[in-house]
């Protein structure tokens, strides 16, 4: 069974101190890693797509790394808008492109103070 | 920008009740999903739907819940008989033929 682990559970920052958020998954081979950034109340709006080890996307303040078992996501200098719950999720190799469903972690809460 | 969108954005309903879902994909994209997210708890599949047919589904989508394409356009979720713990927020996604997933802002759906 696919699984995601997102790690910490909650962040508080300061405006401009950079830190990092955890995905550790296991899953029976990797299709695609992705990062999505959901608002309160709202839907999960995707940021970043990651297909293999090594694979680095930036936007903005946003980096996201993948290693074989985990994915970093990076932010630089953030700033209040930044605040949110990110998360994480996984899409198995199957031999049915057609289904390909996501399997997510938890989020990290953040929380980004002026 | 092309955007899933969803209606109602909020539903009560009694226990019992049928209650409908809709959603509107991004007009070139050729696969559905439909997840949901009990309060405080993880997003969690519930069916992948393409070419007129469940392509997967998850243990939570019983016989009570079904998918349908009725037109060219719309994508909706039918629960028939609503029970209190299918409380929670109910997202559509969709893709064209790349991986990622398209989410709508999501329904609302309170069972009481």
């Known amino acids: 069974e696919d699984q995601v682990t997102q790690s910490p559970e909650a962040l508080r920052l300061q405006e401009g101190e950079s830190s990092s958020l955890n995905c550790s998954y296991t899953v029976s081979g990797l299709r695609g890693l992705f990062w999505y950034r959901q608002d309160p109340g709202k839907g999960p709006e995707f940021l970043f797509t990651l297909y293999s080890a090594g694979e680095e996307k930036e936007k903005e303040r946003l980096k996201a790394t993948l290693t074989k078992k985990e994915s970093f996501l990076h932010i630089t200098a953030p700033k209040p808008e930044d605040s949110a719950t990110y998360l994480c999720?996984?899409?198995?190799?199957?031999?049915?492109?057609?289904?390909?469903?996501?399997?997510f972690g938890g989020g990290t809460r953040v929380l980004v103070k002026p | 920008e092309p955007e899933v969108t969803q209606t109602p954005s909020h539903q009560v309903t009694q226990m019992g009740q049928e209650v409908i879902l809709r959603c509107v994909p991004i007009s070139n994209h050729l696969y559905f999903y439909w997840y949901r997210q009990i309060l405080g708890q993880k997003v969690e599949f519930l069916v992948s739907?393409?070419?007129?047919?469940?392509?997967?589904k998850s243990e939570i989508f019983d016989d009570q819940f079904s998918v349908e394409r009725p037109d060219g356009s719309n994508f909706t979720l039918k629960i028939r008989s609503t029970k209190l713990e299918d409380s929670a927020m109910y997202f559509c996604?969709?893709?064209?033929?790349?991986?990622?997933?398209?989410f709508g802002p999501g329904t609302r759906l309170l069972v009481l």
């Open positions: 996604a969709s893709r064209e033929l790349s991986e990622t997933q398209y």
């Open positions: 999720a996984v899409q198995a190799a199957t031999i049915k492109a057609a289904g390909n469903k996501l399997t």
């Open positions: 739907f393409y070419n007129n047919e469940i392509s997967e």
